[in-house]
């Protein structure tokens, strides 16, 4: 049950797909009983023209308003995972500057620099590094 659910929120264009189908027959059985003088299998399997034509409206509908779902729920997935691994990248930036400030923070004058240039390239795993002006 879980995989058909999972399988039906990657492609709710199906459910327009299903929900069109009982429509198209939801609609037959109302016609049917109020409206048709046919027998029910006639009136479910060979509808006219016009019933055809409002029946496919239908869904064609539900099947467009699914597809429109569906891109609005991959594309929130995407802007979601994109700043997941934006913020990783920020927090991985962070502890990178902060292992370097720890490093030089008790360094003063040249020591200051030369500490910084062995922190830095230690923290990014780098084997040079130059800090210019």
């Avoid at 709710?12 to 299998?41: E, K, Q, R, T």
């Avoid at 064609?60 to 429109?68: K, M």
Wanted: net charge neutral; hydrophobic share 45%; glycine share 6%.
């Amino acid at each position: 049950m879980t995989k058909m659910l999972k399988f039906l929120k990657q492609n709710i264009w199906l459910i327009g797909v299903l929900l069109g189908v009982v429509s198209w027959f939801f609609d037959a059985f109302v016609d049917y009983l109020f409206f048709s003088h046919d027998p029910l299998v006639e009136t479910l399997l060979f509808p006219s023209p016009s019933e055809i034509w409002m029946r496919s409206l239908n869904l064609f509908i539900l099947v467009v308003f699914g597809l429109i779902v569906q891109f609005g729920w991959n594309r929130q997935n995407k802007i979601q995972e994109d700043l997941r691994l934006s913020q990783e990248q920020g927090r991985q930036c962070l502890n990178q500057f902060r292992a370097i400030l720890d490093g030089t923070s008790q360094h003063t004058g040249e020591n200051f620099f030369s500490s910084m240039v062995k922190h830095l390239a230690s923290t990014l795993n780098v084997h040079y590094a130059f800090i210019g002006n």
